[in-house]
């Protein structure tokens, strides 16, 4: 069980509150016309993702609470969410330290 806390509304709960929305920080193509970008770029937009064993962004919805999305950093080797943060928030530094965007 994932213990999360939205950093909007400080509503608290497990996995169930909230609903897991990818990973974090996807950068989209420049352009957002698909004729524009090119196949590699709409293909890793798309379809390619990061599986790493350690520190993840991960995107989350606070269903329970105000609804809005956010940001969580977890450890996917001990379930354990060490940070939430904004949505419009950059990376933290212990993700960049960690060797991960
Ligand atoms: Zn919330």
């Not at 400080?10 to 698909?34: A, K, L, M, V």
């Not at 993702?49 to 609804?67: A, M, V």
């Amino acid at each position: 069980m994932l213990l999360i806390k939205c950093p909007i509304c400080d509503c608290e709960g497990d996995e169930t509150d909230f609903h897991y929305g990818g990973e974090g920080h996807i950068q989209r193509p420049t352009s957002s016309n698909p004729d524009k970008v090119g196949d590699e770029a709409q293909r890793d937009y798309l379809y390619v993702r990061k599986n790493p064993r350690g520190l993840h962004s991960e995107r989350w919805l606070c269903e329970r609470g105000c609804g809005k999305w956010f940001h969580a950093l977890r450890d996917t080797a001990t379930m354990v969410i060490s940070k939430t943060y904004l949505i419009t928030d950059k990376p933290p530094a212990e993700l960049k330290k960690a060797g991960k965007k």
